[in-house]
């Protein structure tokens, strides 16, 4: 027999995690509700002409880490890296854009073909956050703050904002020449992998991790210095509106988004717990993302947040919702027949009921149920169905705990009243 075994970098969430998952994805559910975003569910299969134009052909991801294949129709396809040109191309095809600006949320499966690491997998999974139309910088500051009250209310601690301007596109033209300029007399030091981005993409440069870049950059030119006066005070906007809603942050020169459709705002929220992979959440503006598509000249703005970097974080952090309310302890013909019809009635009155079937004895049920961390045992036997009983056992209530309480076995809401008092 085969011995089957996950794909490197795919990784299955077991009963044991799925409850966390689902814990995050509800609470965040209803944050985006309260702020008036609703959710957009796109394929995860693409072409792959959409992440080419809509990443860039000249970045890692596209050259590097999609999962691309010729289907049977002869179209080359992509298993989606990320979300936000799924959710463009979405509403380009779906002529939402001319129904008013769009504020909209998304989750699911992203793949990369990378090599794996913690919190991050070639199966991975993003939550994210889209505005289409609206162009203020006060939709900057809105969209940051829903991200960090998500992250804030969820528990998480230690978290840094970070943000930084990239003007506009003629800002950043006359900033590439003068980066171009200075790195190149350092050239003969770098790798391959750097001197591609000089050629192609010379602003990821100012995101390199490798000491001896960082190095050269710190007596380089720096973006601020080649911005217009409308994208300087656009920055000092979004500062004081971030201050106006005490959200601590700190100005990151150094961080980009390399694509010509970037512009304006861009940033991270970051946590020192998760090492160098630190980042938790990370957006920008894109005005010219859904032109470069195809649609007509949109104001864009976004985030994504990695769900198992969040995971990490959060892990002892998440009460279990998951736990039953009562586990359903029973044994012989009659009373297991009984059991069945009880847990039933119990979880069409909104009760969460384990049923337990495997026919064992009492103290094995019994130890089975303080497993499962439900709240009460209800119990019967034959002896219970010959007297039209049930037993109600405290499992977690210290001061009750043990305690038995007798209940006709057909008086369903005495049952729900005692077990959600």
């Known amino acids: 027999m085969a011995d089957f075994q996950t794909l490197r970098g795919m990784v299955d969430i077991l009963p044991s995690e799925t409850w966390q998952w689902q814990s995050v994805e509800t609470f965040a559910r209803h ?162 992998h750097t001197m591609n981005q000089l050629k192609n993409n010379p602003l990821r440069i100012l995101d390199s991790k490798d000491k001896n870049i960082k190095k050269i950059l710190e007596g380089g030119p720096m973006l601020i210095d080649y911005l217009c006066e409308s994208s300087k005070r656009r920055f000092i906007n979004l500062q004081e509106f971030l201050s106006e809603l005490d959200i601590p942050f700190t100005i990151n020169p150094k961080l980009v988004r390399g694509l010509d459709y970037y512009c304006h705002t861009a940033f991270e929220i970051t946590s020192g717990e998760l090492g160098s992979q630190s980042t938790v959440c990370g957006g920008g503006r894109y005005d010219g993302l859904v032109q470069q598509l195809g649609g ?20 002892n952090k998440i009460p279990n919702q998951n736990t039953p309310d009562i586990y359903l302890v029973n044994k012989g013909e009659k009373a297991e027949l009984e059991a069945l019809c009880l847990a039933r009635s119990l979880r069409l009155a909104n009760l969460k009921v384990e049923l337990d079937n495997s026919g064992s004895a009492f103290s094995k049920q019994f130890k089975r149920a303080s497993r499962s ?49």
């Open 31 to 192: 944050h985006f509700e309260r702020a008036g975003i609703n959710e957009i569910r796109t394929p995860l299969l693409e072409t792959t002409e959409l992440f080419n134009r809509g990443i860039g052909g000249s970045t890692d991801v596209v050259n590097k880490e999609m999962y691309s294949f010729v289907d049977r129709g002869d179209r080359s396809c992509t298993l989606r890296p990320e979300g936000t040109a799924s959710v463009v191309r979405s509403l380009i095809q779906n002529g939402l854009i001319s129904q008013g600006p769009q504020r909209l949320w998304y989750q699911g499966p992203m793949f990369r073909y990378e090599r794996p690491q913690a919190g991050r997998q070639r199966q991975f999974h993003q939550l994210g956050v889209e505005f289409f139309g609206l162009s203020s910088i006060k939709s900057d500051a809105e969209l940051i703050s829903i991200a960090w009250d998500l992250l804030k209310q969820l528990g998480l601690k230690g978290i840094t904002l970070q943000v930084n301007t990239l003007g506009t596109l003629e800002d950043r033209q006359k900033y590439r020449s003068q980066l171009v300029s200075w790195l190149e007399k350092y050239s003969k030091n770098f790798d391959e």
């Open 296 to 315: 007509s000249a949109t104001s864009s703005i976004g985030w994504a947040i990695g769900m198992e970097r969040l995971l990490i974080l959060l892990a």
């Open 373 to 421: 961390h439900a709240s009460w045992a209800l119990v019967i036997g034959e002896e219970e169905v010959n007297k039209g009983e049930v037993v109600l056992k405290s499992l977690i209530d210290k001061e009750n705990f043990g305690s038995n309480i007798s209940i006709n076995i057909s008086n369903i809401k005495e049952i729900v009243d005692i077990v959600t008092s």
